[in-house]
Nanobody, 121 residues
Framework: QVQLVESGGGLVQAGGSLRLSCAASRSTFRFYSMAMAWYRQAPGNERELVARITSSTSTTYAESVKGRFTISRDNAKNTVYLEMNSLKPEDTAVYYC?????????????WGQGTQVTVSS
C-alpha cells in the first residue's frame, strides 16, 4: 500500500505559476523505486496524463504542457513535484498524484485524493 497526499493547488491568474507536491507515506515499497506521475481531470473530461517521472528520473510530458510544466522528485523526502508555469485557463482541473509499483512483474497503481487548480482568465 502507498498513501499519497497532494498539496499546492489553488486559484491563480493566467500566466501565473503554482507548484504541486505529492508526499508518499505508509508505503511498503521504496519511494525511489516508484514511477510517479501527475494526472488531471477537468469537468466533463477524462483523466489525462500530465507528466511522468521514472525511478531513473526519465520524464514524459503531455504535449499541452511541454515547456511550461516540470516534474521532479526528491527521494530523500518521498515527494514528487509539479512546477507549473505560464498557466492557462485550460489547465484548470483536479490534479492527481499517481504512484506505480512493479512487483513480481506486475504493476500496481495508487492515487492521491487530488488537488484543485483553477486558472482565471
Amino acid at each position: 500500500q502507498v498513501q499519497l497526499v497532494e498539496s499546492g493547488g489553488g486559484l491563480v491568474q493566467a500566466g501565473g505559476s503554482l507548484r504541486l507536491s505529492c508526499a508518499a507515506s505508509r508505503s511498503t515499497f521504496r519511494f525511489y523505486s516508484m514511477a510517479m506521475a501527475w494526472y488531471r481531470q477537468a469537468p466533463g473530461n477524462e483523466r489525462e496524463l500530465v507528466a511522468r517521472i521514472t525511478s531513473s528520473t526519465s520524464t514524459t510530458y503531455a504535449e499541452s504542457v511541454k515547456g511550461r510544466f516540470t516534474i521532479s522528485r526528491d527521494n530523500a523526502k518521498n515527494t514528487v513535484y509539479l512546477e507549473m508555469n505560464s498557466l492557462k485557463p485550460e489547465d484548470t482541473a483536479v490534479y492527481y498524484c499517481n504512484a506505480g509499483v512493479l512487483q513480481r512483474g506486475t504493476w500496481s497503481y495508487y492515487w492521491g485524493q487530488g488537488t484543485q487548480v483553477t486558472v482565471s482568465s
